[in-house]
């Protein structure tokens, strides 16, 4: 029941205050000719979440937001497409931090999908550099704390996840490839992870699969890889109202 009041709440009120306090700041800088580093300009068209999913009230586990996480409403949105996944398929995350969308994806799936997720080892070297303000996402003991700590709770839906580990840009993903119902793209920031977990992201998704992205509009690099991409290839990427996901649908 809790778990159903948070997804409501994320949904039904979190989600219309902060969509009307961004666009107001956006508004309010624009006129002041200012722009700051965590809420850049956006150019990709905005699509709300209900014409993007069916699953109206997604559950919430892990509701409290740290440093890194997304934001509740964004948390519910993932868990619907989640939810709506095709049975028997493999989500794929790119970027675990400490498991809370993880955990929340695998508990909102049907029960016959995996979920796999992907982090980087604080002691592994990177192919590119990482975005300045990173790098706490990647010093800490181990990915996943926040799924880990309810194994012994739901054995059954944490025995689905499969935590791989690694650089998201030399990992090998061929096993993968054209496979995963939906791709959550939560990487580094950096210009470069961007453009690569992109090209990653939409070699391993399925036909009819979903692809997400994190912090459009908030990480600079993030911003200017999904604008750049849109212009030059005109996939069709939607910007969720409200949030910082844009949502893509794979042909």
Request: aromatic fraction near 10%; glycine fraction near 8%; hydrophobic fraction near 35%.
């Amino acid at each position: 029941m809790k778990e159903l009041f948070l997804g409501l709440y994320a949904t039904r009120v979190y989600l219309p205050f902060s969509s009307f306090s961004r666009r107001w700041r956006r508004v309010s800088r624009r006129i002041r000719g200012k722009q700051t580093g965590s809420l850049q300009a956006t150019r990709l068209p905005e699509v709300c979440w209900t014409h993007c999913v069916e699953v109206s009230v997604p559950r919430i586990w892990e509701h409290k937001k740290e440093n890194g996480n997304v934001r509740i409403s964004e948390l519910a949105i993932l868990s619907a497409f989640a939810a709506s996944c095709r049975e028997g398929s493999t989500l794929f995350e790119i970027g675990t931090f400490d498991g809370r969308t993880t955990l929340n994806l695998a508990l909102n799936a049907p029960a016959t999908c995996r979920i796999c997720t992907l982090d980087l080892p604080p002691d592994q070297a990177t192919k590119y550099p990482l975005a300045g303000g990173e790098r706490h996402m990647v010093e800490k003991s181990a990915p996943g704390s926040r799924y880990e700590q309810y194994r012994s709770r739901l054995p059954a839906a944490i025995s689905r996840i499969h935590q791989l580990l690694g650089d998201s840009a030399t990992f090998d993903y061929s096993r993968y490839n054209g496979s995963c119902s939906l791709v959550f793209v939560d990487g580094s920031h950096a210009y470069d992870y961007a453009l690569s977990d992109t090209r990653a992201a939409m070699t391993i998704g399925e036909a009819g699969g979903i692809i997400v992205w994190h912090d459009y509009g908030i990480w600079e690099g993030v911003t200017n890889a999904l604008d750049e991409l849109e212009q030059r290839e005109h996939f069709g990427f939607r910007n969720i109202r409200g949030t910082s996901l844009v949502i893509w649908t794979k042909k």
